[in-house]
């Protein structure tokens, strides 16, 4: 009995229900948090931070290609784990979870490569090298849209969440190269600027507008996934007769027009 | 902390760096905007739909019913 109820916290965790309704009371301190994060970085690191001796402005770039780097590398974990414990666990929420995170990495991917191409040009020369670094981003892209295609490309539900998760875990083999490829591989991009185990490679005054960047991106990380999450719950639980009533409710708020 | 520019206008050229950052800025805004704006729409439209759905099906009960009765009448 004891087990029974420690595991309680687990299974209602599992409830697309309770985590709609929790996250909905989150939603507009997120909402706050994630837009002056992002305002007050980016206005610090565009206008205010020093200029780089070599780079020059160019290097502003920097406040939005890392921290979206970040979030595509960290959301890709994110998503092959929501995956592992679908099958695993049989969790429904945690496919949802799955589902949800594969469009925000695919726009964080994109991001941190176009970001990238951009910085190149004034920088080396070229928008593009088919480096390890850039080619490995590139293969986490198709990873992320292969996941969400696989999504839609079988008539059961079922099937297409567990399609997806294997993908997800198959390709979690790509993160450790992505990481390693500027120290395994002759590259043009510059080695990382922060490591967990030494003090950062960058002057304090454009490193703390950017440690705000990161923080601002996992706030508005986190602010999209639950978005996209909730979405997918009402469709999957449409069903549901608490659904129904939240539509009858939003329908009787919104007067038809 | 000092403003790195000495006018708005500076700060828009950037040294000839401006169309490169300006650019990166602006494309990656406009993603993540859309990143937070496409669910909006969508919990929106969703409700909509199942709403509409319940509320054909109530007709139609109503309409099957009333039909019984009338010929329950007869």
Same mark, same amino acid.
């Given at each position: 009995?004891?087990?029974?109820?420690?595991?309680?916290?687990?299974?209602?965790?599992?409830?697309?229900?309770?985590?709609?309704? =929790? =996250?909905?009371?989150?939603?507009?301190?997120?909402?706050?948090?994630?837009?002056?994060?992002?305002?007050?970085?980016?206005?610090?690191?565009?206008?205010?931070?020093?200029? %780089?001796?070599? &780079?020059?402005?160019?290097?502003?770039?920097?406040?939005?290609?890392?921290?979206?780097?970040?979030?595509?590398?960290?959301?890709?974990?994110?998503?092959?784990?929501?995956?592992?414990?679908?099958?695993?666990?049989?969790?429904?929420?945690?496919?949802?979870?799955?589902?949800?995170?594969?469009?925000? !990495?695919?726009?964080?991917?994109?991001?941190?490569?176009? =970001?990238?191409?951009?910085?190149?040009?004034?920088?080396? !020369?070229?928008?593009?090298?088919? %480096?390890?670094?850039?080619?490995? /981003?590139?293969?986490?892209?198709?990873?992320?849209?292969?996941?969400?295609?696989?999504?839609?490309?079988?008539?059961?539900?079922?099937?297409?969440?567990?399609?997806?998760?294997?993908?997800?875990? @198959?390709?979690?083999?790509?993160?450790?190269?992505?990481?390693?490829?500027? %120290?395994?591989?002759?590259?043009?991009?510059?080695?990382?600027?922060?490591?967990?185990?030494?003090?950062?490679? /960058?002057?304090? %005054? /454009?490193? &703390?507008?950017?440690?705000?960047?990161?923080?601002? /991106?996992?706030?508005?990380?986190?602010?999209?996934?639950?978005?996209?999450?909730? @979405?997918?719950?009402?469709?999957?639980?449409?069903?549901?007769?608490? @659904?129904?009533?939240?539509?009858?409710?939003?329908? =009787? &708020?919104?007067?038809?027009? | 902390?000092?403003?790195?520019?000495?006018?708005?206008?500076?700060?828009?050229?950037?040294?000839?760096?401006?169309?490169?950052?300006?650019?990166?800025?602006?494309?990656?805004?406009?993603?993540?905007?859309?990143?937070?704006?496409?669910?909006?729409?969508?919990?929106?439209?969703?409700?909509?739909?199942?709403?509409?759905?319940?509320?054909?099906?109530?007709?139609?009960?109503?309409?099957?019913?009333?039909?019984?009765?009338?010929?329950?009448?007869?």
């Amino acid at each position: 009995m004891a087990s029974a109820r420690n595991w309680n916290w687990f299974h209602r965790m599992g409830s697309p229900r309770w985590f709609y309704e =929790t =996250t909905g009371r989150w939603l507009p301190w997120l909402w706050v948090l994630t837009i002056s994060l992002v305002l007050t970085g980016l206005v610090w690191g565009l206008a205010f931070a020093p200029q %780089d001796a070599k &780079q020059g402005n160019s290097f502003r770039i920097i406040y939005l290609h890392v921290p979206a780097s970040f979030l595509a590398l960290a959301g890709y974990y994110l998503m092959a784990i929501a995956g592992a414990i679908g099958l695993i666990w049989k969790m429904k929420l945690s496919y949802m979870v799955m589902k949800s995170a594969a469009p925000i !990495g695919a726009a964080l991917t994109f991001i941190a490569l176009f =970001t990238g191409a951009v910085w190149g040009k004034p920088t080396w !020369g070229t928008y593009w090298v088919w %480096d390890a670094r850039i080619t490995s /981003m590139l293969i986490l892209l198709f990873l992320y849209l292969g996941v969400l295609a696989l999504q839609y490309a079988f008539h059961s539900q079922e099937a297409g969440n567990k399609a997806s998760a294997i993908l997800a875990l @198959v390709g979690t083999v790509n993160i450790p190269i992505i990481y390693k490829s500027v %120290d395994w591989w002759y590259t043009l991009h510059q080695s990382a600027t922060i490591k967990l185990t030494s003090a950062p490679s /960058m002057h304090p %005054d /454009m490193f &703390q507008p950017l440690l705000v960047v990161i923080v601002a /991106m996992y706030s508005f990380y986190g602010l999209a996934l639950i978005l996209y999450t909730r @979405v997918e719950i009402l469709q999957r639980e449409r069903k549901a007769g608490w @659904v129904r009533e939240l539509a009858r409710q939003a329908e =009787t &708020q919104e007067p038809a027009k | 902390m000092t403003f790195q520019f000495e006018s708005l206008q500076q700060m828009w050229d950037m040294a000839g760096h401006g169309p490169y950052v300006w650019t990166a800025i602006l494309v990656s805004l406009f993603v993540m905007g859309w990143l937070l704006v496409r669910p909006l729409q969508q919990h929106s439209a969703i409700l909509k739909t199942i709403s509409q759905q319940l509320r054909q099906r109530e007709q139609c009960q109503k309409e099957h019913q009333s039909a019984n009765t009338s010929e329950e009448d007869k």
